[in-house]
């Protein structure tokens, strides 16, 4: 097997403090401990918590958003954004079939079907050339909806996705959904902190997510957030997520089936007390980066920076193999030698419940599975 002995040195040299190097451990530096001490002590442990609508408006700073709602995950706060934007079932909704499963489970679960066009390359996020391809030479316009005419389907909106925290060519992406009238739903869960054209991800759609699970930048255990500027879409998805109870001095009445998916006190918390810190974890990350990019064009591997235009938080650093021969050599020599590293996801289609789904041609997702591996990206905390 080949020797990447160099390779498992200098990332065991960045994280001298883990044994073995996880690809993503949370690092807890601030006011975690206080702040989950106070919520144990106040017993104020559920949603009603105020760190629930601290954190909310934390995050609202964070992003520019003008509403943000906290739930339980980045996958619930997605579907509740598809339940509130109004995605009906029967309907498709265009995806990109490099993502994390959640995104598609999403759709399939709101009774849609995902239809899959291609990403970019250099982004790794949906093509704006892919999407209007497919969309141009499959729809047609009629009261005001777009109709795949190969299925006879309204197809209500598109949702493109910030991979490993580098922001896709999303403004193209939202003229396009505009010129063809799908809603846009961004897959934010990736890229809290990272910014395209100097805005946040996850403020050009119409609703948008973001996840803050143990493995991602900004961490709550398990938690979500729905972003928006729509006020009223924002009131709904927060009464849905509370069981959709009338508010009332005291009594229960629900005039909807609604869900229970509110982001509870104790991991708002943990997401608060990191927010007071998110500018360093952001600027960690960034460096880190720089680092392993120096490292890597000192071995002639790609290693994939932030595209045009964006500023990324580097949520999952990646570098690109020579091919699925060398992937699957790097990935048994680093895992059986104290550095987790991890392919990217299989593609959807490729898996039992999304393989009969309408897709376009794939190569540049195909390239990017045969030849992208991610590597350790935590917050390092000795050098
Ligand atoms: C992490 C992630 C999600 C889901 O977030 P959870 O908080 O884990 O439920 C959704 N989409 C993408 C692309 C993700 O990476």
């Not at 399939?108 to 141009?136: H, Q, W």
């Not at 805005?199 to 255990?221: A, D, M, P, Q, R």
């Not at 290693?303 to 021969?325: C, G, H, M, Q």
């Not at 680093?334 to 593609?347: A, C, F, H, K, Y």
Request: aromatic share 10%; charged share 25%.
């Amino acid at each position: 097997m080949k020797d990447f002995s160099q390779i498992t040195d200098y990332i065991k040299s960045l994280y001298p403090e883990m044994d073995p190097v996880l690809l993503h451990c949370p690092q807890f530096l601030g006011n975690e401990k206080k702040y989950l001490n106070e919520c144990i002590d106040t017993k104020f442990v559920s949603y009603v918590s105020h760190f629930v609508t601290d954190m909310e408006e934390q995050i609202k700073k964070l992003t520019g958003a003008k509403c943000a709602v906290a739930m339980v995950s980045g996958t619930e706060a997605l579907h509740m954004a598809f339940v509130a934007a109004g995605v009906k079932p029967g309907e498709e909704v265009i995806s990109q079939p490099l993502t994390f499963a959640a995104t598609s489970a999403v759709i399939v679960n709101c009774g849609a079907i995902p239809v899959y066009v291609d990403v970019d390359r250099d982004t790794m996020g949906m093509s704006p050339k892919a999407l209007k391809d497919f969309l141009e030479n499959n729809t047609k316009q009629a009261g005001g909806k777009c109709i795949n005419k190969n299925t006879g389907r309204v197809i209500s909106a598109c949702v493109p996705m910030h991979t490993f925290g580098h922001p896709c060519r999303i403004d193209e992406i939202r003229t396009i959904c505009d010129e063809h009238n799908l809603m846009l739903i961004e897959d934010a869960a990736e890229s809290v902190g990272s910014f395209y054209k100097g805005k946040h991800t996850g403020t050009f759609g119409k609703v948008s997510i973001l996840s803050f699970n143990g493995n991602k930048t900004l961490t709550t255990g398990g938690g979500g957030m729905l972003l928006t500027d729509d006020e009223e879409l924002a009131a709904r998805a927060k009464y849905l997520s509370t069981t959709a109870k009338e508010p009332a001095k005291w009594g229960y009445y629900h005039k909807e089936v609604g869900w229970n998916l509110r982001m509870p006190g104790v991991n708002a918390a943990i997401g608060a007390a990191q927010l007071e810190y998110f500018d360093k974890i952001i600027e960690n990350k960034r460096e880190t980066a720089q680092m392993y990019k120096k490292f890597f064009d000192g071995l002639g591997i790609p290693f994939v920076t932030e595209p045009e235009n964006s500023r990324a938080n580097y949520w999952l650093n990646a570098i690109l193999l020579k091919d699925r021969a060398e992937r699957e050599e790097f990935l048994e020599y680093t895992n059986s030698n104290g550095v987790q590293t991890r392919p990217i996801w299989t593609l959807m289609y490729k898996m039992p419940p999304y393989e009969h789904c309408e897709r376009t041609d794939m190569t540049n997702s195909e390239w990017l599975e045969d030849h992208l591996v991610n590597i350790p990206s935590s917050v390092r905390t000795s050098i």
